[in-house]
């Protein structure tokens, strides 16, 4: 194919700069070189072969060229009588000229070739990757679309099941495996699991109340359940180095543990995909096994009827800073006294158009004159609960009186008819400390003991 198109190259070249000599001799065979007229018009042949092939071929036309008007001189043709250098030298001229022209446009013509595959290289690689991720995002819409709720309302209807359901007399986890089961099956995409009831003394029951797939069975000396007993945390295998699972009983372990530490049962994986199994999916299943815990503590001990308020925020209150100890964030309780004076639907209502999903309101009417709001807000810092108190009205900025302590803030806002104290809770808060606190704010007169003594209410908090 080269070999073709370079022969066809000095082919035409040698014929452009051929054929202006011929067409001379037609129009004047006196002066077929054109070197008496105004206009050398020999000279078109080597600019037209060298814009059309190059240097090379114009020089190899205008070579040619001078060489037959050369030699027309030299051997006494009739029809060269004198050498024309003015002409051969304008010739010579017009030639480099052109070629160095077309040199400098096909140069630019090949950097933007270059430039252009380049961009189209980086756009092929763009353009699969668009359309992976587009193949990707569908396939993420069917999943999610074929998942009828999310997590917040599966665990919903969990706790609504486990609370309704009847107590089992030594067994609390009857009726409630398949549940649990179908959220880890959803979420984090456990294949095959099994729950299995613990008793007070922390002795495994090795036949399951419920299974997903089909468990293998298990050993009551299977390390992973046992570090699970043990610990009450979350025991997982180790991984070969190589990355793979290896082929054992028991993957994983969650202990159903509430918050005063009693187990009340296990439930141990024992087949997930290897890219589920990794950190965040274990701290999802540690805060699943508390939850589930609690429940089922709620359930056996037939609290299920929510009138217990304080027992109720206390258990709340427990699980949250456990999770924060776990999970290494932080959170907020909040106590709202609020006085006959005030509306209390009104703040009621604000306060549960400003919390997300995962807050938590409790309302205890503990005297006829006022009513105790007892907020709880996981994953939140002091400036969110800030936030949260401007949004509905209640802003520590506008307060009339206020106190602050350790971890803790107090205020009074409308004339002392609300008070309202936060504390802020990490790592290191005791939830006995803060309920202690707490019941002190709430039986106090707050507004008289700060304009009394205010040194002493702020030790209060300490």
Not at 20 to 31: A, K, M, Q, T
Not at 129 to 142: D, I, T, V
Not at 182 to 211: H, T, W
Not at 271 to 293: H, R
Request: glycine share 6%; with cysteine.
């Amino acid at each position: 194919m080269l070999t073709k198109m370079l022969k066809n190259r000095w082919t035409e070249s040698i014929a452009i700069s051929l054929s202006f000599p011929l067409i001379g001799h037609v129009i004047d065979p006196s002066d077929p070189f054109f070197i008496n007229y105004q206009f050398p018009w020999l000279v078109l042949a080597p600019v037209l072969a060298g814009l059309r092939y190059g240097f090379i071929a114009g020089i190899t036309s205008a070579a040619l060229l001078i060489s037959l008007v050369t030699s027309g001189f030299y051997l006494g043709w009739p029809r060269v009588s004198s050498f024309p250098e003015e002409m051969i030298v304008g010739l010579l001229l017009l030639t480099l000229i052109s070629t160095e022209f077309r040199e400098s446009w096909v140069r630019q013509t090949r950097l933007l070739d270059h430039k252009y595959n380049h961009l189209k290289l980086r756009m092929d690689k763009f353009a699969r990757s668009y359309h992976l991720m587009k193949g990707s995002h569908y396939r993420l819409e069917q999943h999610l679309a074929s998942q009828a709720k999310s997590l917040r309302l599966s665990l919903d209807d969990v706790k609504k099941k486990v609370l309704t359901l009847e107590n089992h007399k030594g067994e609390p986890l009857a009726g409630i495996g398949d549940s649990v089961l179908k959220i880890l099956g959803s979420y984090a995409n456990v294949q095959m699991a099994g729950i299995y009831p613990v008793n007070e003394q922390r002795k495994m029951n090795p036949n399951p109340v419920a299974s997903l797939g089909q468990p293998r069975t298990l050993l009551s000396s299977d390390p992973v359940v046992a570090e699970a007993l043990k610990t009450g945390d979350v025991a997982s295998i180790e991984m070969e180095r190589n990355g793979a699972m290896p082929p054992v009983g028991a993957l994983i372990a969650i202990p159903l543990i509430d918050v005063y530490q009693r187990i009340w049962g296990v439930i141990v994986v024992n087949e997930m995909p290897l890219f589920a199994f990794q950190e965040n999916t274990m701290d999802f299943l540690a805060v699943l096994g508390g939850k589930i815990g609690d429940l089922v503590k709620r359930r056996a001990e037939a609290h299920c009827d929510e009138n217990d308020a304080g027992k109720v925020f206390e258990s709340r209150l427990r699980r949250i800073t456990r999770e924060i100890a776990h999970l290494k964030t932080s959170a907020v309780a909040i106590a709202t006294i609020v006085n006959a004076e005030e509306p209390p639907r009104e703040i009621l209502a604000k306060f549960q158009s400003e919390l997300r999903g995962v807050d938590e309101i409790l309302i205890v009417n503990d005297r006829w004159d006022r009513h105790l709001f007892l907020l709880l807000l996981p994953d939140t810092d002091e400036h969110g609960a800030n936030e949260l108190l401007n949004r509905v009205g209640l802003s520590k900025s506008s307060a009339e009186i206020a106190c602050d302590a350790q971890n803790a803030t107090a205020f009074r806002v409308r004339g002392g008819n609300i008070k309202v104290c936060t504390w802020a809770l990490d790592s290191k808060t005791s939830p006995e400390k803060v309920l202690m606190e707490m019941d002190r704010f709430c039986k106090t007169e707050f507004v008289v003991s700060i304009m009394a003594k205010p040194n002493e209410n702020i030790s209060s908090f300490a």
